[in-house]
């Protein structure tokens, strides 16, 4: 029973050629987000995994932030010209999605159950990037393409300019921005190093 989700796992990939439309209906995608969001997993069920779809105008707005703190002080050269492009490539896009840990929440558990302070942290970590494969899974099932971005990982600056832009709360850390569009062009091609130097069963 686990083939035709196994299946659906290995077609999720990272496609960087995205177009301005989507086949998918703003509902649907909201109904997407939403779910996978209420299903995901968190430590101690505290549901601190935030998401936030942009599409149209608010989707180029995101990236013209993106482009002006990841290109400010970058020299002409060949690394400023491939972030051109991918930053182009993105706001290039039917839209994006945000994903955010709420700090505020975090904390609240850590404060309630101090013996885990340590391990809260990673944690959080673990949920946001569970919420993010399991939304790009789904829309990858509808026939969308989509990339993982980490801009919010680069600049304080740039997400204090998210949180201000979009009035979101201050407690919400940025984890990854999820851009994505009616294919161009299928992904690129995937290799893979030996599963047995990736995988071991230790049988009792």
């Known amino acids: 029973m686990s083939d035709t989700y196994l299946t659906t796992i290995a077609a999720r990939r990272t496609n960087y050629a995205i177009t301005n439309k989507s ?3 703003d509902e649907k995608i909201e109904a997407i987000v939403k779910a996978c969001v ?3 997993p968190s430590s101690f069920n505290i549901q601190s995994g935030r998401a936030v779809i942009v599409t149209g105008a608010e989707n180029a707005k995101l990236w013209k932030l993106c482009s002006e703190s990841m290109l400010k002080g970058l020299e002409e050269g060949e690394r400023r010209t491939m972030v051109e492009g991918r ?3 993105f706001s290039g896009g039917y839209g994006s999605i945000l994903f955010f840990e709420d ?3 975090v904390d609240a558990i850590t404060v309630k159950m101090p013996m885990f302070a340590k391990q809260f942290p990673t944690w959080s970590t673990n949920s946001t990037g569970m919420l993010q494969v399991v939304v790009w899974t789904a829309l990858t099932l509808e026939g969308l393409g989509a990339s993982l971005q980490h801009n919010g990982a680069y600049s304080d600056e740039l997400v204090a300019d998210i949180l201000k832009t979009f009035s ?3 407690t919400w850390t940025s ?4 851009p994505f569009g009616d294919p161009a062009a299928p992904p690129a091609e995937k290799t893979f190093g030996p599963i047995e130097e990736r995988v071991k069963f230790i049988k009792g």
């Open 87 to 89: 930053l182009k490539a």
């Open 175 to 178: 984890t990854a921005i999820m």
């Open 168 to 170: 979101l709360p201050t």
């Open 38 to 40: 209420l299903h995901s």
């Open 103 to 105: 700090q505020a929440v």
């Open 23 to 25: 086949s998918v209906p």
